[in-house]
């Protein structure tokens, strides 16, 4: 697959094109790519996905607390994953925003040569969100393309979208909101300094730098799966503000013990999926009583993950 990671300097024809955000490319993300990818190789077509970064809610509505379920390199190993031939990365900002819907879409002609377009079921795009599914259809006439959009992708009678999994993972609905994903949750960190306590007390973790913008699960202690130096691991992942320990307020953290591991992996990539929640995180009266809680947690993980 080709990343490409602006419009300006590409020149395609006939390609068979959908558009959006795709922030977590969940299930009805998937359902969408995979229909244009089959249809487009059937056609001897290129499938091409155009998407944003920084996401269109974080410029037009200014949306600046922990909000993204992919990076942009995540996202683009799930589309390679799909089928799709070259994604496009565009930069979002206030002047693409402000762009009437038909402009925007005479852009995209001249630089890809659309031939069908294949639009999620509330898909809109242009300023004030003006170039809706029937705009865009009228627009294909003109210019020369084919439009079809994809009923809303439902589970469980519920319709998936990336804001029911930020809500999920949010209340610390791991599991919940891996069935919308189809796939365990994921977030990826380099190992930091922390203050060491884990150590002192025979539970050394690993302290990630997690990206600021990335929505973590809610805080609490979590059974998870851990991957470093392609190597996977049973972990017990704490996500807080370590109330045994602190008395004054302090930023979340996420670190995670990795079971029966021990090195240094200061400065590594460690990655954490997130299979199911154990307990919320807790002040206890005592080390010791926190130690006796961890030894639980671990026991109960290593069931969960066997």
């Known amino acids: 697959m080709q990343h490409l990671f602006s419009l300006v300097d590409i020149q395609l024809h006939g390609v068979w094109l959908t558009i959006g955000s795709f922030d977590g490319v969940h299930l009805g993300h998937q359902e969408i790519i995979r229909k244009l990818t089959a249809e487009a190789h059937l056609n001897g077509a290129s499938a091409v996905v155009l998407t944003f970064y920084p996401h269109p809610a974080t410029v037009v509505r200014k949306r600046d607390f922990p909000f993204?379920?992919?990076?942009?390199?995540?996202?683009a190993e799930l589309m390679e994953s799909l089928g799709v031939d070259i994604l496009i990365t565009h930069p979002f900002n206030?002047?693409?925003?402000?762009?009437?819907?038909?402009?925007?879409?005479?852009?995209?002609?001249r630089h890809l040569g659309i031939k069908h377009l294949r639009m999620g079921y509330d898909f809109a795009l242009g300023r004030n969100r003006e170039g809706n599914i029937s705009k865009l259809s009228e627009y294909g006439k003109e210019l020369g393309y084919t439009i079809e959009a994809t009923e809303a992708f439902k589970l469980d009678d519920q319709i998936v979208s990336s804001s029911r999994i930020r809500f999920l993972l949010g209340v610390g609905q791991v599991e919940e909101a891996a069935k919308l994903l189809n796939r365990n949750y994921r977030i990826s960190g380099t190992v930091i300094l922390?203050?060491?306590?884990?150590?002192?007390?025979?539970?050394?973790?690993?302290?990630?730098?997690?990206?600021?913008?990335?929505?973590?699960?809610?805080?609490?202690?979590?059974?998870?799966?851990?991957?470093?130096?392609?190597?996977?691991?049973?972990?017990?992942?704490?996500?807080?503000?370590?109330?045994?320990?602190?008395?004054?307020?302090?930023?979340p953290r996420v670190e995670a013990h990795l079971i029966d591991f021990q090195g240094n992996i200061y400065g590594d990539l460690v990655s954490l999926e997130f299979i199911t929640r154990l307990r919320d995180e807790q002040r206890f009266s005592s080390v010791e009583d926190l130690v006796n809680q961890i030894e639980h947690d671990i026991r109960v993980a290593r069931q969960i993950l066997a």
């Open 68 to 75: 993204y379920l992919t990076t942009p390199e995540e996202k």
């Open 194 to 251: 922390g203050d060491q306590r884990g150590r002192t007390i025979g539970f050394p973790t690993a302290n990630l730098d997690i990206w600021k913008m990335r929505t973590i699960p809610a805080a609490g202690v979590y059974a998870c799966l851990a991957k470093v130096n392609d190597t996977t691991l049973g972990a017990v992942a704490n996500i807080g503000v370590r109330p045994t320990f602190e008395n004054t307020p302090v930023p």
């Open 94 to 109: 206030k002047q693409i925003a402000s762009t009437p819907a038909k402009e925007f879409m005479n852009m995209l002609h």
